[in-house]
């Protein structure tokens, strides 16, 4: 019997081994880089109280930064267009508060100037949050 040599034959089969190694380094660089990605919350300093009342979700969340940055709702706004989002969300929301959290270390006439434009936007509830201390005082 003769050997039936084959050549220039087409390789049918995939081989996927290189395609795992790929997908396996891409995912490694992923769990890697997603914590390092996530930007962090805006952290307010509250001032400091022994009683609290619980909020309600549905109310708007308003946070002015020790650097004196306006968040509401976690999207940043300048204080020349509280106006302008205050009545947008007015119009969902007719019957909720304002919650401001403001940081302890920012001029109160900052809150003042909020409030101001809220109100002629036509907001009428407001809300102060502070942060519950657990000392007593002596």
């Keep these: ?5 084959q050549r220039n034959k087409v390789k049918t089969d995939i081989n996927i081994a290189p395609f795992t190694d790929v997908i396996l380094v ?7 880089s997603t914590p390092a990605l996530m930007q962090p919350g805006i952290t ?14 549905s109310n708007m969340e308003v946070k002015i930064s020790r650097e004196q940055n ?3 709702d976690d999207k940043k706004t300048e204080l020349e267009n509280v106006e ?9 929301n007719p019957n909720q ?16 100037q909020f409030m101001d434009r809220a109100k002629s936007a036509g907001a009428t509830k407001f809300a102060l ?9 002596k």
């Design 97 to 112: 508060s304002i919650v401001i959290k403001g940081d302890e270390q920012i001029p109160y006439n900052l809150v003042i």
């Design 70 to 72: 306006i968040y509401v």
């Design 44 to 57: 307010v300093n509250l001032p400091k109280t022994k009683i609290t009342d619980a909020t309600d979700s």
């Design 26 to 32: 891409l995912l490694i660089i992923f769990m890697i």
């Design 129 to 137: 949050a502070v942060d519950n201390a657990n000392t007593s005082e």
């Design 84 to 92: 302008a989002v205050v009545k947008e969300w007015l119009v969902s």
């Design 1 to 5: 019997m003769k050997a039936r040599i």
